[in-house]
């Protein structure tokens, strides 16, 4: 299969995001939507993220296939996706980008997307800084 087919169509699903210590801090639903624009295109992914705060987090990426490894840009935020297809499974790396005024860019969030079944995955997110754990989040979702 090739990797970015992975995203095709709609995926949703619900989660909890967790501090360094563990705790649940919010929760999340989210929605992927996947698309191609023409036969040769990237695929463009739209994310939205829904949190319990009232917060609501969108990308907008195009992911280009290189057979079990895919690269993406989202050019809103100049952020990068990388990842790689691991048998039926995706690992990837989301690289976020200075924020205004920072001096310190975010640091990166490591995910995994694990299926457990028929059109169900395990969202599995974290992002270190020096080694530390900053912030996890964990969701189930599922083929719409």
Request: aromatic content about 10%; hydrophobic content about 40%.
């Amino acid at each position: 299969m090739d990797s970015v087919r992975f995203f095709e169509g709609r995926i949703t699903g619900a989660g909890v995001i967790r501090d360094l210590f563990g705790r649940i801090v919010r929760r999340v639903r989210v929605e992927f939507v996947g698309r191609w624009a023409e036969e040769h295109d990237p695929l463009h992914l739209d994310e939205t993220y829904t949190y319990s705060t009232g917060e609501t987090q969108t990308r907008s990426w195009a992911l280009e296939s290189h057979g079990q490894r895919f690269i993406g840009y989202d050019a809103a935020e100049s952020a990068r996706i990388r990842g790689e297809q691991v048998g039926q499974d995706l690992h990837f790396v989301f690289d976020r980008p200075f924020r205004p005024g920072s001096w310190l860019a975010p640091p990166p969030v490591e995910a995994r997307l694990l299926h457990i079944g028929p059109g169900r995955l395990i969202l599995c997110a974290e992002a270190r800084f020096a080694g530390i754990r900053l912030a996890t989040t964990d969701a189930v979702l599922r083929r719409a």
